[in-house]
């Protein structure tokens, strides 16, 4: 791929007296692409096209009405229950790998259309954040990595996992 600052100094270059060839190499790209750029008279940001199509057709858009029912029902079910369901009513349509897109699928859901005043925060942040918390509330210095346990439903209880407090 090539950038932009190598096709101006490819323009440069032919204003002086160099060939394209010679002007091609010092520039950093094969003889080819310097002919294409000095033909476009365009920058490699001004002629790439942006990606917006789909490479393969979506495999839950056929049963993605019966999922937005399951989720407006129950709208904390994790992709991976979902996808197991999935696949016990369509026995050999879906693969376990499918499940990254479902995940893909669910979030875009909750975001546009999920339960009101809901706030999505990634879980890394959040467990970070109550990691942090819980070292000032113990002032205790804590290792790199803080690990608490959980309690249910204890005043005060802090629901931490392994995370890094600094970095």
């Known amino acids: 791929m090539v950038k932009d600052q190598q ?6 270059l032919l204003q002086t007296k160099n060939s394209q060839a010679i002007a091609a190499v010092r520039a950093g ?5 310097a002919r294409k750029y000095r033909r476009l008279g365009q920058l490699p940001s001004a002629v790439a096209v942006a990606h917006n199509w789909r490479t393969r057709e979506d495999p839950f858009g ?3 009405e ?3 029912q399951e989720l407006a029902v129950n709208p904390g079910l994790q992709a991976n229950t979902l996808l197991g369901a999935l696949q016990r009513k369509y026995p050999g349509r879906f ?3 499918q499940v990254r897109t479902l ?3 669910i979030k875009t859901w909750r975001a546009l259309e999920g ?5 999505y925060k990634s879980g890394r942040h959040a467990a970070r ?4 918390e819980a070292q000032k509330r113990s002032q205790v210095p804590l290792s790199r990595w803080a690990t608490r346990a959980v309690i249910a439903n204890a005043p005060g209880s802090l629901h931490c996992m392994p995370v890094p407090l600094s970095r």
Not at 29 to 33: G, I
Request: charged share 40%; hydrophobic share 35%.
């Open 103 to 105: 995940q893909r699928r």
């Open 66 to 68: 019966e999922v937005r």
């Open 95 to 97: 693969q376990d790998g």
């Open 129 to 132: 954040c109550r990691g942090r």
């Open 62 to 64: 056929e049963v993605w």
């Open 115 to 119: 339960p009101a005043g809901a706030s």
């Open 7 to 12: 096709v101006r100094r490819l323009f440069a």
């Open 29 to 33: 790209m094969d003889v080819k692409t």
